[in-house]
């Protein structure tokens, strides 16, 4: 099991019937803790925020996660162990999932073959078959979301699984993962299963290579590879490469369900479109039951086993393929998503040289020219500071990464310093991105598209280190420093909290105001409020309030789909390489600050 998190001040000690151990991650819409119950069992237990609690929406989006859950809790043993929606902390307990990912094991002993292999593809369809029966997408299937128990593949992370409406509806929204993506994700077209199937396809091929079949040296150039080049499936044996080519059609129409696929590996006849039965996906399942690193016999054996068991009334309930679901992600304490796999992997395979148009204006110019212009936002130190030469920073920082994974050369790419007046730069044309603490907003979508989050903000204060002020109640009477434009003292006092304002001239004088005594807070954005901090090494902290949710996006012009998903996986791959915590740690680690490490849920790109 990956490190856990001690609990932080205001985390429950106990959900019903689990006391809290520790945190496995967090998201946008609530924390992931590791709960244990009187009697020993262990569960991931989500919990929605505080701050949404009385909003009736994210409390619907909450059933709704369980909902999911509860669908195919027929078809697998992770099942869900208790949960409330209505009282004062929503939460939802599932069994917890432990187990090396895929790509750890593929990482760590080489590529699938023969049985083992033979064994995983079946257990990955049934999964993947049971999960579609129970009307729902997974929408990022990847080697990360399959866990290899001693009893089986499992299938984890719903985080932006989507349940299917009556009339077949998923979504036009481009997330995933790039280097699994279907083409229709990447073209904004719709998105169902059959995006899962490609997904199974490519997952297959990674398995067997250790490589991803669409892998390129950055984001843009496994992007083209989906959507214009065929996979090289000469590494997978016969039986399964005919299967595969099927599920990597271009044309998701051509592309065979989970169901078919199921029934051709364990050597069923078509059945015109039949859906699959309790009883293939308990063959299926107990086909795939072996360790898949270590067991002996044959998947066709252990087929045929199940068949006879199958036929004589074996209950679907006790199917070893497992699915669980993660509406905020899938928690470390779940073998969830491992780092990402060294350069040299991806880019073990030649990268065609791209046509002349990859259907996106921004990575169009910028295969021309090699530059790209960034909006920033100066004056923030820590952020974004320019004092001679070039401006540094976090979000410098951050968009010199995306830059690089756009294929832009480092003298290529040109900072403008825009202000507040963020979406106005790319409205414009000032500016191709931005990246400058703006938060994603509905009323902002209708200006410009975000990719992103590259990262989670929170509303909070800074204070000195030994103030006492650790709560929002312990703000009450105290004096808290208001700079021109802040808006987080008005979320203070909506919550009845009665303070002393200590007016200042600008955030810096703020800082000022806290670091000589004048003030005893300083409140901001928390990224923000502690890069100012970080000057006076030592001797400020956050006090960990978090008032309100502030994700970060990148702003670029609105319906250039392709160069949007290409940013969201730069971002991803700065969470997944851990060069995004590195970046948290050099910028903000002189301030008693634990910020979000956890990559944020990607947003649909507009």
Same mark, same amino acid.
């Given at each position: ?37 009187d009697d020993g069992t262990r569960a991931a ?55 090396? #990912? ?24 049934? /999964? ?6 129970a009307g729902i997408a997974h929408r990022d ?12 593949? !499992? ?55 250790? !490589? ?25 044996? *016969? ?66 086993? &199940? ?12 199917? /070893? ?26 880019? #073990? ?53 995306? &830059? ?107 800082? *000022? ?5 004048? /003030? *005893? ?24 309030? !978090? ?13 250039? !789909? ?10 991803? &791959? ?33």
């Amino acid at each position: 099991m990956s490190e856990i998190e001690p609990l932080r001040p205001g985390d429950p000690p106990r959900l019903g019937d689990f006391e809290l151990l520790g945190r496995l991650g967090e998201g946008g819409q609530g924390v992931v803790y590791l709960g244990e119950s009187d009697d020993g069992t262990r569960a991931a237990v989500k919990l929605l925020h505080v701050r949404f609690t009385g909003e009736e929406h994210a409390r619907s989006r909450f059933a709704r996660e369980l909902q999911a859950a509860r669908r195919v809790e027929a078809f697998c043993t992770a099942r869900v162990l208790a949960a409330d929606l209505d009282g004062e902390t929503p939460y939802i307990a599932s069994e917890l999932i432990d187990g090396p #990912s895929l790509r750890q094991v593929v990482r760590r002993d080489g590529p699938l073959a023969g049985e083992t292999l033979e064994r995983l593809a079946i257990g990955t369809a049934t /999964a993947l078959a049971a999960i579609h029966r129970a009307g729902i997408a997974h929408r990022d299937f990847k080697p990360d979301n399959v866990l290899l128990a001693s009893d089986g593949p !499992r299938v984890v992370d719903f985080g932006i699984a989507k349940i299917i409406d009556e009339s077949g509806t998923i979504t036009t929204r481009a997330v995933g993962t790039p280097a699994y993506m279907a083409p229709e994700q990447i073209a904004g077209d719709r998105v169902g299963c059959p995006a899962d199937v490609f997904a199974w396809g490519s997952t297959m091929i990674f398995a067997a290579t250790g !490589r991803a079949p669409f892998g390129g040296d950055t984001i843009v150039a496994t992007l083209h590879r989906v959507i214009n080049h065929e996979a090289d499936l000469s590494a997978l044996p *016969d039986g399964l490469r005919e299967i595969v080519a099927g599920c990597l059609a271009k044309d998701q129409e051509r592309r065979p369900t989970a169901d078919e696929v199921l029934r051709r590996l364990l050597g069923h006849p078509a059945q015109d479109g039949a859906e699959v039965s309790d009883a293939e996906l308990s063959e299926g399942a107990q086909a795939a039951t072996a360790d898949l690193t270590r067991g002996t016999g044959t998947a066709r054996a252990r087929a045929t086993s &199940a068949r006879a068991a199958a036929a004589g009334g074996i209950a679907a309930a006790a199917l /070893a393929v497992a699915v669980a679901f993660a509406q905020f992600g899938s928690p470390s304490g779940a073998g969830g998503a491992t780092a990402r796999p060294p350069a040299t992997a991806a880019a #073990s395979t030649p990268v065609p040289t791209p046509s002349p148009s990859t259907g996106s204006p921004l990575l169009d110019r910028i295969a021309r020219t090699r530059t790209i212009t960034i909006g920033y936002r100066g004056g923030l130190p820590g952020m974004a500071l320019k004092r001679s030469g070039a401006p540094s920073g976090f979000e410098i920082d951050v968009a010199r990464r995306i &830059a690089a994974e756009l294929k832009v050369p480092a003298d290529g790419v040109v900072f403008k310093d825009v202000g507040i007046r963020r979406e106005e730069a790319v409205e414009s044309g000032a500016v191709d991105l931005v990246v400058a603490n703006l938060s994603i907003t509905e009323g902002r979508r209708g200006r410009v598209a975000f990719a992103g989050p590259y990262y989670l903000a929170y509303r909070d204060v800074l204070v000195r280190k030994g103030s006492g002020i650790s709560s929002l109640e312990d703000l009450r009477g105290r004096r808290v420093c208001v700079a021109p434009g802040t808006t987080t003292t008005a979320l203070i006092r909506d919550r009845g909290i009665a303070f002393e304002a200590v007016e200042a001239d600008d955030m810096a004088e703020c800082a *000022d105001r806290v670091a000589d005594g004048t /003030a *005893d807070a300083f409140p901001g954005d928390d990224l923000v409020v502690a890069g100012f901090g970080a000057r006076e090494s030592g001797e400020f902290t956050i006090a960990g309030l !978090r008032l309100r949710r502030e994700p970060y996006g990148v702003a670029l012009r609105k319906g250039d !789909r392709l160069a949007c998903a290409a940013v969201t996986g730069a971002i991803e &791959a700065m969470y997944e390489d851990g060069s995004m915590k590195e970046l948290l740690d050099r910028h903000f680690g002189a301030v008693g600050f634990r910020p979000a490490t956890a990559r944020p849920r990607p947003e649909p790109c507009g």
